[in-house]
């Protein structure tokens, strides 16, 4: 039998998604992918008027629905029980939600069913004692920056703990933003400046468990791949963070790193540059294959959240590496049209 084995024949889909864009009835779902440098990376943190021009950019494009790159508590639960397979990932990525399930009598299931029933009732001007009890609801299920919006949306004499939140929740609100960081500053800022009530958690890192035998020789294999060709655009990009001086700095940084040219060069000299080494073990198709794994997750739960809203203005905040590999993918979706985060941010 394995002498009759040859060569496979290359198959053409029966089916490309993209046949049908417009196929759908009513108006197409725009997605604005951002790509964002990780804030807390920056040499210097930037001040919330650093960030003003930037955010008049996006709130001018009016998003109805905000993702981020965090991980959601329903996840963090699973990485949690599941630490055999994913012996780092909940401490890496996830905070304890314990304290905060405690103080208002649910679990993390409990609460999540209760955000869903609270949320689908939900009035147009929700009582202050409404907004607590919520931001209690999103601690426990492990949706901190959903929390933040409600906080934030609440007059500031009206920030204190009660209705499911004690004191311990109270200061972690009013400190949780202290650092800088896009899913904060620009998602949370964004969905308390136009009225939304949570930001939707989007990241993945299930995928980890696809490099669950990733070793010092996968290590070693990735940083040399990334030594290959680096690409210029980086460089570029971190001259340009050192120099940040005003919001129109920081709105050119975000216009640069959001270009086609830029995430082309970045994709070569990372991905592209593992994906051909030529090392035993072909360690650098393991690392594209855990990437590609984790996108298409990510971009799974960025569906998810718009599935039931068509022809929502969706804006996606994640890091600059993620944002060609979600445009890519979303473009399959029959009824999503991109939305050009150039344009956006002219």
């Given at each position: 039998?394995?002498?009759l084995?040859?060569?496979?024949?290359?198959?053409?889909?029966?089916?490309?998604?993209?046949?049908?864009?417009?196929?759908?009835?009513?108006?197409?779902?725009?997605?604005?992918?951002l790509?964002?440098?990780?804030?807390?990376?920056?040499?210097k943190?930037?001040?919330?008027?650093?960030?003003?021009?930037?955010?008049?950019?996006?709130?001018?494009?009016?998003?109805?629905?905000?993702?981020?790159?965090?991980?959601?508590?329903?996840?963090?639960?699973?990485?949690r029980?599941?630490?055999g397979?994913?012996?780092?990932?909940?401490?890496?990525?996830?905070?304890?939600?314990?304290?905060?399930?405690?103080?208002?009598?649910m679990?993390?299931?409990?609460?999540?069913?209760?955000?869903?029933?609270?949320?689908?009732?939900?009035?147009?001007q929700?009582?202050?004692?409404?907004?607590?009890?919520?931001?209690?609801?999103?601690?426990?299920?492990?949706?901190?920056p959903?929390?933040?919006?409600?906080?934030?949306?609440?007059?500031?004499?009206?920030?204190?703990?009660g209705d499911?939140?004690?004191e311990?929740?109270r200061k972690?609100l009013?400190?949780v933003?202290?650092?800088?960081?896009e899913?904060?500053?620009v998602?949370?800022a964004l969905?308390?400046?136009?009225?939304?009530?949570?930001?939707?958690?989007v990241?993945?890192?299930?995928?980890?468990g696809?490099?669950i035998?990733a070793?010092?020789?996968?290590?070693?294999a990735?940083?040399?791949?990334?030594k290959?060709?680096?690409?210029?655009?980086?460089a570029r990009?971190?001259?340009?963070?050192?120099?940040?001086?005003?919001?129109?700095?920081?709105?050119?940084l975000?216009?640069?790193?959001?270009?086609?040219?830029?995430?082309?060069?970045?994709?070569?000299?990372?991905?592209?540059?593992?994906?051909?080494?030529?090392?035993?073990?072909?360690?650098?198709?393991?690392?594209?294959?855990?990437?590609?794994?984790?996108?298409?997750?990510?971009?799974?739960?960025?569906?998810?959240?718009?599935?039931?809203?068509?022809?929502?203005?969706?804006?996606?905040?994640?890091?600059?590496?993620?944002?060609?590999?979600?445009?890519?993918?979303?473009?399959?979706?029959?009824?999503?049209?991109?939305?050009?985060?150039?344009?956006?941010?002219k």
């Open positions: 039998m394995l002498a084995a040859g060569p496979t024949t290359a198959l053409t889909p029966a089916f490309d998604p993209r046949e049908w864009k417009g196929a759908q009835a009513g108006p197409p779902t725009q997605v604005l992918t790509g964002s440098p990780h804030l807390s990376q920056l040499p943190p930037l001040s919330a008027a650093m960030m003003s021009a930037l955010l008049d950019k996006l709130a001018a494009y009016r998003p109805d629905i905000i993702t981020a790159e965090n991980v959601a508590g329903e996840q963090c639960d699973h990485l029980r599941y630490a397979i994913y012996p780092d990932s909940f401490d890496t990525w996830c905070r304890a939600a314990d304290h905060a399930q405690k103080a208002i009598g679990d993390l299931p409990s609460a999540a069913a209760e955000i869903h029933r609270t949320l689908a009732a939900w009035p147009a929700p009582a202050p004692a409404a907004r607590r009890r919520l931001a209690a609801l999103f601690l426990a299920a492990g949706e901190t959903s929390a933040v919006v409600q906080w934030l949306r609440l007059p500031p004499a009206e920030r204190h703990a499911g939140l004690d311990d929740a972690l009013d400190r933003d202290a650092k800088p960081n899913t904060y500053d998602g949370v969905a308390v400046r136009l009225g939304l009530e949570r930001v939707w958690l990241d993945d890192h299930t995928s980890d696809a490099l035998d070793d010092a020789r996968f290590d070693d990735v940083q040399a791949a990334w290959i060709a680096p690409s210029p655009a980086v990009e971190h001259q340009m963070e050192a120099t940040l001086a005003s919001p129109g700095d920081v709105l050119a975000y216009r640069f790193v959001n270009r086609p040219t830029t995430l082309r060069q970045n994709i070569k000299a990372d991905f592209g540059a593992a994906l051909g080494q030529r090392r035993d073990g072909l360690y650098g198709r393991w690392y594209v294959a855990g990437w590609e794994v984790r996108n298409l997750r990510m971009v799974a739960n960025v569906r998810a959240a718009f599935a039931q809203r068509p022809g929502a203005r969706v804006l996606d905040i994640v890091g600059v590496s993620h944002k060609a590999y979600y445009d890519a993918y979303l473009d399959m979706m029959h009824d999503v049209k991109l939305v050009d985060a150039e344009a956006v941010l």
